[in-house]
């Protein structure tokens, strides 16, 4: 059964780091752009990064640009996203997808996979 699975989730103190890991299974991620999403309590869904498939261009929402990098590693079928100086506002549940078209933040497009996603809590 084709599936993401994200881990990496947990409670951090404000300005630490923690690393999600998204992991494909039943197929390749070397063919997708890969993305990440949150949706924190009470408010809805938002882009927070992507990279894409064919020449690993990423891209970042403004809210964590220069706080958050992510990564893949196709040997793994993985794809990573460390977030450094985490804040109180980057509590969410966070979500990666697969997306067989060009990389994009938008929370709604058209998603070919879809994790059940990790829960991350900034909180001292």
Not at 20 to 32: E, H, I, Q, V
Not at 48 to 71: E, L, M, P
Request: net charge negative; with cysteine.
């Amino acid at each position: 059964q084709a599936q993401l699975v994200e881990s990496g989730g947990g409670l951090v103190e404000p300005g630490g780091t923690l690393t999600l890991s998204c992991t494909a299974s039943g197929f390749s991620l070397d063919y997708y752009a890969i993305g990440w999403f949150r949706q924190a309590p009470g408010k809805g869904r938002e882009g927070v990064s992507c990279i894409s498939s064919t020449d690993g261009n990423t891209y970042y929402a403004d809210s964590v640009k220069g706080r958050f990098t992510i990564s893949r590693a196709n040997s793994k079928n993985t794809v990573y996203l460390q977030m450094d100086i985490v804040k109180p506002e980057d509590t969410a549940v966070y979500h990666c997808a697969a997306l067989s078209d060009l990389c994009t933040l938008d929370p709604y497009s058209t998603v070919d996979y879809w994790g059940r996603g990790t829960l991350v809590t900034v909180s001292s």
